[in-house]
C-alpha cells in the first residue's frame, strides 16, 4: 500500500469515527429538535439531519452566501476565491481558514472532518476540481451543489436562470443550516435592494455585451447565466441572447456586427490574457475590429468584479451597478 494511500484511509477513518470536532457556538432558529432536511438538488435528493457546524464551501458565492447567513462559526473551511470577499463580509471570511485559493484536494477536505460540502460551479464535484459528489455522500458527508450549475457550465442551457433561482438558493441553505429566518430577510433586502435600483429606469432599446475573458475570441455572455439575469432586471437586451451556452467564443466580426450600446467588462485577478480590465480596455482601444464599435468610440463601459457575473449575492451589487452607469450614460432615464 502506498504511503498517499495510508493517509487517505486514515483519513477517511478519522472522519467516520471522530466525534466533530469542536463546536460552533452560532444559534439556529427555534424548533430545529429532531431536525431532518430532505432537498432534490440537481437530480438528487440531499438529506442533512444535523445542522452542519463543520461545513466546507468551494467556490466564492458559496462562501459569501453562508457568511451572508451569518454562519462563519459553522463554516470549517473556504476554497477556490477568484475576487477578494465583499468587504461588509471580510471580518467574519477572516475567521474561516482558506484551505486553498484555487481546488483544495480531496485529502484537504476531508481534514477538516466536514459535515457538509457546499460548492457552486459544477467542475468542482469532479475529479478535476475537488472530487465527485459520491466521494463526499458514501462517507456519510451531504453535498449541495448551486443548480445554477446543474447542467454544466459548457452545455446548451434549457432555460435562462431568474432571480428566484438565487432566492430559492438562499432558502435553500439557510434550510439546511436551521437559520431560514435569516434567509428570508436576506432575501428580502436583496428584492428591495434590486427595486430601488431599477425603479424608473428605462433601457428597453439598449443592448449589452458581457465580456468574461480572452482576447483572440472572447468568452461573452450568452442567454441564460447571471448576465441574464441582471440585464432582464434592468430592463435591458443581452447582444447574445440568442446563444444557449453560458459563455460562448465569440469572434470580434460576430460582435462588430451586433455593435452593442455598452460593453461589461469583468476585472479578473487571475493574470491570464484579457483577464484584468485593463487588458481589456487597451485591447479595445488597439484592436482594428474591436476599435471600431459604438461603445469603445464613445467609451461606454461598466466595470464589475469577475465573481459579479456568477449567479451569487453579487448579482444585486451588479444590478446597481449597471443601472448607475446607464443612467450616467443618459441610456437609462434620468441620472
Known amino acids: 500500500m502506498s504511503r498517499?494511500?495510508?493517509?487517505?484511509?486514515?483519513?477517511?477513518?478519522?472522519?467516520?469515527?471522530?466525534?466533530?470536532?469542536?463546536?460552533?457556538?452560532?444559534?439556529?432558529?427555534?424548533?430545529?429538535?429532531?431536525?431532518?432536511?430532505t432537498l432534490e438538488n440537481c437530480g438528487r435528493t440531499v438529506t442533512v439531519k444535523a445542522p452542519p457546524r463543520r461545513a466546507v464551501s468551494i467556490?466564492?458565492?458559496?462562501?459569501?452566501?453562508?457568511?451572508?447567513?451569518?454562519?462563519?462559526?459553522?463554516?470549517?473551511?473556504?476554497?477556490?476565491w477568484s475576487d477578494d470577499v465583499r468587504p461588509d463580509l471580510a471580518?467574519?471570511?477572516?475567521?474561516?481558514?482558506?484551505?486553498?485559493?484555487?481546488?483544495?484536494?480531496?485529502e484537504r477536505v476531508l481534514t477538516e472532518k466536514p459535515d457538509f460540502v457546499y460548492a457552486t460551479?459544477?467542475?468542482?464535484?469532479?475529479?478535476q476540481g475537488v472530487a465527485p459528489r459520491d466521494r463526499f455522500e458514501r462517507l456519510g458527508v451531504p453535498t449541495y451543489q448551486s443548480s445554477s450549475e446543474c447542467g454544466g457550465q459548457d452545455a446548451a442551457q434549457q432555460r435562462a436562470l431568474t432571480l428566484d433561482d438565487l432566492y430559492?438558493?438562499?432558502?435553500?441553505?439557510?434550510?439546511?443550516?436551521?437559520?431560514?429566518?435569516?434567509?428570508?430577510?436576506?432575501?428580502?433586502?436583496?428584492?428591495?435592494r434590486m427595486a430601488t435600483a431599477t425603479s424608473g429606469l428605462k433601457a428597453d432599446d439598449v443592448t449589452l455585451m458581457w465580456w468574461y475573458a480572452g482576447t483572440r475570441t472572447p468568452y461573452i455572455a450568452g442567454c441564460c447565466g447571471?448576465?441574464?439575469?441582471?440585464?432582464?432586471?434592468?430592463?435591458?437586451?443581452n447582444a447574445f441572447a440568442d446563444n444557449r451556452q453560458l459563455w460562448p467564443e465569440?469572434?470580434?466580426?460576430?460582435?462588430?456586427?451586433?455593435?452593442?450600446?455598452?460593453?461589461?467588462?469583468?476585472?479578473?485577478?487571475?493574470?491570464k490574457d484579457?483577464?484584468?480590465?485593463a487588458d481589456k480596455i487597451k485591447f479595445l482601444e488597439t484592436d482594428p475590429a474591436a476599435s471600431k464599435l459604438k461603445a469603445v468610440r464613445e467609451r461606454r463601459w461598466i466595470v464589475l468584479p469577475a465573481s459579479a457575473m456568477d449567479p451569487s449575492l453579487r448579482n444585486v451589487d451588479a444590478m446597481e451597478t449597471v443601472a448607475s452607469g446607464l443612467r450616467s450614460f443618459g441610456l437609462g432615464g434620468k441620472s
Not at 484579457?274 to 480590465?277: E, I
Open 4 to 37: 498517499r494511500t495510508i493517509v487517505l484511509v486514515a483519513l477517511l477513518v478519522s472522519l467516520v469515527c471522530s466525534c466533530g470536532g469542536p463546536r460552533a457556538t452560532g444559534t439556529v432558529d427555534a424548533g430545529t429538535a429532531g431536525y431532518s432536511v
Open 59 to 80: 467556490n466564492q458565492p458559496a462562501s459569501e452566501l453562508l457568511l451572508a447567513l451569518g454562519l462563519a462559526d459553522r463554516m470549517a473551511g473556504t476554497a477556490s
Open 91 to 106: 471580518a467574519d471570511n477572516a475567521k474561516v481558514p482558506v484551505l486553498s485559493r484555487d481546488f483544495p484536494s480531496f
Open 121 to 127: 460551479f459544477d467542475w468542482s464535484f469532479t475529479d
Open 168 to 192: 430559492a438558493e438562499i432558502s435553500d441553505i439557510a434550510k439546511v443550516f436551521g437559520v431560514t429566518e435569516r434567509g428570508d430577510k436576506l432575501v428580502s433586502t436583496l428584492r428591495a
Open 226 to 237: 447571471a448576465p441574464g439575469i441582471i440585464t432582464t432586471a434592468v430592463g435591458a437586451h
Open 250 to 271: 465569440i469572434s470580434w466580426e460576430a460582435i462588430l456586427q451586433r455593435d452593442p450600446d455598452v460593453l461589461v467588462l469583468a476585472d479578473l485577478t487571475r493574470g
Open 274 to 277: 484579457g483577464d484584468s480590465v
